[in-house]
């Protein structure tokens, strides 16, 4: 499985790539912050959701610690092979452990 560091993806954020973040973890926990530009799919609503992926584009999928984000991953994967999924190791923790913005929703 693919991944990335938050340090990696904040590089790729701040030298203007087109970026495609989407954050699996729940309402409540969103609720706290998201990054800034990511699209918020609950894990357990990606099955119902995966023609919002395209082939063409990269996804960093992300939760709160990175297990279920690699899940997500995983199960992107296996749905169809032409998705390129990208876990981001560490989650929102490592996100904000690292003090990058974090933006109310």
Known sequence: MESITTDELKKKMFDNEPIHIVDVREN????KGIIPGATTIPMNE???NLNEFNEND????ICAAGVR???VVNYLKEQNPKIHAVNVEG???AWGDEGLEIKSI
């Open 28 to 31: 409540e926990e969103t609720a």
């Open 91 to 93: 989650g929102m923790k």
């Open 58 to 61: 990269t996804y960093y999928i």
């Open 46 to 48: 990606i099955p119902d």
């Open 69 to 71: 984000s690699a899940n």
